[in-house]
């Protein structure tokens, strides 16, 4: 069974950071592409960040370009997302995603999901 777990999410002030961790169990982890994605409250799910199986791509949202860093570690089973100068409109429920092999910015190319973690950021 495959399961993506969420964990790093919070209440953070703006200008703070955070770093987002997701853990894989049930999958050969070094064989997928983990993307991050968030929703907003009233608001489609969109795309914020992914990064290729072996790490060597990763796409950013221009929204967060910058601001955020994507990384992995397939030896761990572990996807980071770490976010710096975070802003209110950066407040969502962030979730990880994961798909064979190479990046995608739609979240119905993905096959498997995390439950998500939410992230307040507060003026």
């Known amino acids: 069974q495959v399961q993506l777990v969420e964990s790093g999410g919070g209440l953070v002030q703006a200008g703070g950071s955070l770093r987002l961790s997701c853990a894989a169990s049930?999958?050969?982890?070094?064989?997928?592409?983990m993307g991050w994605f968030r929703q907003a409250p009233g608001k489609e799910r969109e795309f914020v960040s992914a990064?290729?199986?072996?790490?060597?791509?990763?796409s950013i949202e221009d929204s967060v370009k910058g601001r955020a860093t994507i990384s992995r570690d397939n030896a761990k089973k572990v996807g980071y997302l770490h976010m710096n100068n975070l802003e209110p409109d950066d407040t969502a429920v962030y979730y990880c995603?994961?798909?064979?092999?190479?990046?995608?910015?739609?979240?119905?190319?993905?096959?498997?999901w995390g439950q998500g973690t939410q992230v307040t950021v507060s003026a």
């Open positions: 049930g999958l050969t982890f070094s064989r997928y592409a």
């Open positions: 995603a994961a798909r064979l092999w190479e990046i995608a910015r739609a979240p119905g190319l993905y096959d498997y």
């Open positions: 990064i290729s199986y072996a790490g060597r791509s990763v």
